[in-house]
């Protein structure tokens, strides 16, 4: 935050009264942090866009004596505010730092937990922050963090039409797109729960995700798909199909034919550090009918000379946790018995096996049976 607006004087009057703050009430910008992260005794924890130090001072509360909280801003005022916050409650595992979350002034895995409250929303740089986030916190490290998002259907017109009443209308990421900059900057388990509205098709959310114990060994970029990547979408596509255990059909549709086909949500790319495009995954509904309307079907392709370097995982667990964060509760796809590779990435990805249509259908004048695979949701849905 740039300068103390009505949110930084509601953290200073509760900062005020932080004994009587009950814990799972703490949060007061568009959700509570320091619920989502679990904090545990201990454990050092990094607060981005810390304010006047409210979620700073709960959380000392959680790691006690043995942890400690780190708060980040950039304005000096409201670094001062929460010192004083802190020596009016006598809390002493606490320090704040001024700086930019863009450029995290700690050291490589120097925590264990990151910690935000509706700020990272307002970064012109989001995916320089989610890379400073993976850096500073340790293997097995956690973030809990709270954020604002916008709806798939917000446009470009509305965005700029309502900027001058809503701070982050602007900036605010799809969960599409911000599910794949947290996936871009290493970080895995990632989960997405949207809350209440905050404005017209902005909506506050819970985010949690980790940093994996250990690093893929091949690094990849995942992004949303845009009209760009066609031709090169298509060129992956149809090098699936020459394998000849892909799919029934043998030659790649035209980019309309495709386009009209697939949601225009939840679609996704891995890209090299050239830009060039090596996997995509991509949904389609399963039915019209309003009962299906959180299921989806979807096709997941990996250019084969780029196989085995985790780049269909990146693209599943992405497309995961976007769809689940959108309320979709069954994926399901149709997979040749002879694609032991997808079937494999698809299991340890936690689908299971429906069952087999034997002899489905005729493939280069050969009857083919086809495994129906499905995976159901944990957080929404018959949970």
């Known amino acids: ?11 200073t009057a509760a900062a005020h009264r932080l004994a009587d703050v009950p814990l799972d009430q703490a949060g007061l910008g568009c959700g509570n942090p320091v619920a989502v992260a679990d904090l545990n005794p201990g454990e050092t924890v990094l607060d981005l866009g810390s304010g006047a130090g409210l979620d700073v001072l709960v959380s000392a509360r959680r790691v006690g004596p043995a942890g400690r909280v780190i708060g980040l801003d950039m304005t000096p005022e409201m670094l001062d505010l929460a010192r004083r916050h802190a020596a009016e409650q006598a809390v002493t595992n606490v320090e704040f730092h001024r700086g930019r979350i863009e450029d995290i002034p700690l050291p490589d895995g120097s925590v264990d937990v990151v910690i935000s409250n509706c700020v990272i929303t307002l970064s012109a740089d989001k995916p320089r922050v989610f890379a400073e986030i993976a850096r500073v916190l340790r293997p097995g490290g956690r973030i809990g963090i709270t954020d604002v998002l916008a709806d798939f259907s917000l446009t470009d017109a509305e965005r700029a039409a309502g900027a001058d009443r809503v701070e982050c209308l602007t ?5 599409d797109d911000y599910v794949a900059a947290l996936a871009t900057a290493g970080l895995a388990g990632i989960e997405v729960h949207r809350t209440h509205q905050v404005a017209d098709k902005l909506h506050a959310a819970l985010i949690r995700a980790a940093k994996p114990l250990r690093q893929n060994r091949s690094t990849v970029v995942v992004g949303v798909m845009k009209s760009e990547h066609a031709e090169q979408v298509l060129a992956v596509y149809q090098a699936g199909l020459d394998t000849g255990n892909a799919s029934f059909e043998t030659i790649a549709p035209s980019w309309d034919q495709w386009d009209q086909a697939h949601l225009a949500a939840h679609r996704f790319v891995a890209t090299d550090s050239t830009g060039a495009v090596l996997g995509w995954i991509a949904a389609t509904p399963v039915s019209s009918r309003c009962v299906y309307a959180g299921v989806l079907e979807h ?10 370097r985790g780049i269909g995982t990146a693209l599943l667990t992405t497309y995961i946790a976007a769809t689940e964060a959108a309320g979709v509760w069954t994926l399901q796809s149709g997979v040749f018995p002879e694609n032991t590779e ?11 096996t429906v069952g087999t249509r034997e002899r489905i259908g005729r493939h280069h004048g050969v009857w083919r049976d086809v495994v129906l695979i499905e995976r159901r949701s944990h957080s929404c849905g018959p949970v």
């Open 342 to 352: 997808s079937l494999a990435l698809h299991r340890n990805s936690g689908f299971r």
């Open 299 to 308: 096709s997941v392709y990996v250019h084969p000379d780029h196989h085995g």
């Open 171 to 175: 900036s605010s990421l799809t969960t």
């Open 1 to 11: 935050m740039t300068d103390i607006g009505p949110v930084q004087a509601r953290y």
